[in-house]
């Protein structure tokens, strides 16, 4: 499903190397996790896979099944089955979140030449949707992400997440600022959304968001590489032992 | 204090070019704005309220000529049912027009002379003269002066629907002078449409007296044509307790200045300017306005957002006057602009004069880009480039166009943003 080949990325603005050659393959139907020391590049990872400005790619690759991720728009990327929940979601005062939703999910739907959702059956996808995420109609309708609490926020990108029904999902510490109760919800979500044919890459610092998405698969990540791959115990691993005594083994 | 030379002469020749209608009622008051315009001259560069926008085109003699836009689409408010009176290049159309009869409402014709409309002869022109201090507007008073036709409206009780001027822009070298008088009685109630361009050149001035308790709705949609040239003055006086809302949408057009200058003269008043412009290319939009607040606890509010794009110039003058005495004072100002490239410019000149102490005045203006961050947010969820910055651009239009309390006008207007959008991406 997701590819990765020996990525190197830098900072467009800054001669600084933040990515260092990273391999990675995420299977439909995997849940990976990564783990890491803040600043090892995690985010950094995440947005170069979905587009955003500010890095150079200077050298490997990236694909999402048969399509060269970046080669391709961010929207375009989209289309094709990648979804990003943020870290920290974007908000947008003026721009109705229903209304954002609608145009998101009918202009992959017109990009990938499938019909359009009528706004009846929108409606009605996005109701039973949000329900299940606790999300009530004042949040549908208030501007995308203003005025949110962290957790609704999180939510809100969970929520973005199950009506877009994307291929390959990544996750960018959506645990962090969430309280147990909010926690469940979101893991609740994506586990609903787990499926043979869709890959989750799940980015936390915490072994406590594993507990409710089971990893097939945890990576470790330190100064932009994959230092250690293996199984949910390498998270409680660190749960316990901390990055130090993993770093000191592969360095 | 006599205009220069210079100026007396653009003045004069401007004057000797027009024709005044004769013999009515409005005679006098024609003759006093003629020797107002005499005195202060026509504007120039040199003038301050004229230092962001050439004003060469709205006084020179020759009109101007304008491309008259060929749309099939309807007119923006088509579907609010209104009572429509339309002209075309400042002419009136009876045949296109409905019947000027409505329930606490009586509609004249500034044109026809022959009709003793008494509480009009007493209105027409004062509430312009009284805007010409403190700061002059000849463009207002050679509109007293010369203006060829308008409509004369008292309101004495609730206006069962609204009121829809409509300008159809015929000819390419159009000149249109139309001067509208309103009266509403204490406690009236009405609202006012104007659509269209009017002509290649077009003078308007729109006198409102708002009695105590009554309430004036204002909309407008100034037409699509690219190249017209429009001068246009609001001069407006509320009672205690009576509410003024006004609200501008303007796409396309050569020059546009709209001035608006509203004293609130009763305690407890209200009074709610906004506008919103997109421009591409060859447009240059001015808002003027100037606000006095001369009783207890009256409120004014100013929201303009300007998207300018293609070399487009945004200009914004707004002023607050705060008299001794007017405490408590709530006095808001917003002008802001997005910029879709770095040809475009936006230049705004925000004033407060406060000589009351018990007041809340606040003032803002900006100047920005589309939100980077927001930007991509978008294209990450699958919205193109292009469908995103429409979104953007609307919600940063949203503040103003939402001071449209009528769901129904602010949708038609809605529409028609995003349909001019649609035609100016890229
Ligand atoms: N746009 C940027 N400008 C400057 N430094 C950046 C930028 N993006 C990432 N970095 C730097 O790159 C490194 C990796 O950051 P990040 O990917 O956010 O790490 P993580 O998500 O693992 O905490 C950090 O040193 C961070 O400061
Ligand atoms: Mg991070």
């Known amino acids: ?251 | 204090m006599a205009a220069p030379a210079e100026k007396m002469d653009t003045t004069e020749a401007r004057i000797a070019a027009l024709s005044m209608p004769q013999g009515g009622w409005s005679d006098a008051a024609r003759a006093d704005a003629l020797a107002r315009l005499r005195a202060m001259g026509l504007p120039n560069r040199r003038d301050e309220y004229w230092k962001f926008t050439r004003p060469d085109v709205l006084t020179q003699v020759e009109t101007p000529s304008a491309a008259v836009l060929e749309t099939s689409e309807a007119q923006v408010f088509s579907n609010i049912d209104a009572l429509r009176i339309v002209f075309n290049d400042g002419v009136f159309d009876a045949e296109a027009s409905d019947d000027l009869a409505m329930e606490h409402v009586t509609i004249d014709r500034l044109a026809d002379t022959s009709a003793d409309i008494h509480w009009a002869g007493s209105l027409y022109g004062q509430l312009e003269k009284s805007g010409q201090t403190p700061v002059a507007r000849p463009l207002g008073a050679l509109n007293t002066a010369f203006a060829t036709d308008g409509i004369l409206i008292h309101v004495t009780g609730k206006a069962p629907r609204p009121i829809n001027l409509v300008y159809h822009h015929r000819a390419e070298n159009s000149e249109a002078i139309l001067h509208h008088v309103i009266k509403l009685d204490a406690g009236a109630e009405l609202t006012v449409l104007e659509t269209g361009p009017a002509a290649a050149r077009f003078n308007k001035v729109m006198e409102v007296d708002v009695a105590d308790t009554a309430a004036f709705h204002h909309v407008r949609a100034q037409g699509r044509d690219h190249e017209r040239h429009a001068a246009t003055h609001i001069f407006t006086r509320l009672g205690t307790e009576s509410t003024f809302k006004s609200f501008t949408l303007t796409v396309n057009g050569r020059l546009t200045r709209n001035d608006c200058v509203i004293e609130l003269t009763g305690d407890d008043a209200i009074a709610h300017v906004a506008g919103a412009c997109v421009g591409d290319g060859d447009f240059h939009h001015d808002d003027t306005v100037f606000i006095t607040h001369d009783a207890l606890r009256c409120e004014s509010r100013q929201v303009f957002k300007k998207v300018l794009r293609n070399g487009a110039v945004g200009v914004f003058q707004g002023k607050i006057l705060v008299k001794a005495g007017a405490q408590k004072t709530d006095g808001y100002q917003i002008s802001q602009s997005l910029l879709l490239d770095d040809d475009s410019q936006f230049l705004a000149k925000p004033e407060l004069e406060i000589y009351a102490d018990d007041v809340i005045c606040s003032h803002g203006s900006t100047s920005g880009a589309i939100d980077e961050e927001a930007l991509f947010y978008l294209r990450s969820r699958g919205v193109p480039t292009e469908i995103a910055t429409d979104l953007l651009t609307l919600a940063f239009l949203a503040e103003a166009v939402n001071e449209i309390e009528d769901e129904g006008l602010r949708d038609a207007l809605v529409e028609q943003l995003e349909g001019w959008l649609e035609r100016h991406r890229g």
Request: charged share 30%; with cysteine.
């Open chain 1, 1 to 251: 499903m997701l590819t990765i080949k020996d990525l190197h990325v830098k900072l467009e603005e800054e001669d600084k190397q933040i990515l260092k050659g990273v391999d990675l393959t995420v299977e439909a139907g995997k849940v990976h996790a990564i783990m890491g020391p803040n600043g090892s590049g995690k985010s950094t990872l995440s947005y170069v896979l979905s587009g955003r400005d500010g890095y150079e790619v200077t050298g490997g690759e990236a694909h999402l099944g048969d399509d060269d991720l970046l080669e391709l728009e961010p929207e375009e990327r989209a289309a094709a089955g990648l979804f990003l929940a943020f870290q920290y979601p974007v908000e947008i005062p003026g721009v109705g979140n229903m209304t954002f939703l609608r145009t998101a999910v009918n202009a992959q739907r017109k990009a990938r030449g499938e019909e359009e959702m009528s706004a009846a059956e929108f409606l009605k996808v996005v109701r039973a949707r949000a329900k299940e995420l606790k999300i009530d109609a004042d949040m549908l309708k208030r501007p995308v992400n203003v005025g949110f609490s962290g957790g609704e926020k999180k939510r809100n990108e969970i929520l973005q997440m199950a009506m877009l029904e994307p291929k390959m999902c990544i996750l960018d510490e959506t645990d962090s600022g969430l309280d147990v109760d909010a926690m469940k919800l979101v893991a609740d979500g994506v586990n609903a959304l787990r499926s043979e044919g869709r890959g989750f890459l799940v980015i936390t610092h915490y072994q406590r968001l594993l507990d409710h998405i089971k990893p097939d698969v945890v990576h470790i990540m330190a100064d932009g590489r994959i230092v250690k791959t293996g199984g949910p115990e390498l998270a409680l691993e660190v749960e316990n032992n901390g990055y130090a005594d993993i770093l000191a083994e592969v360095a």
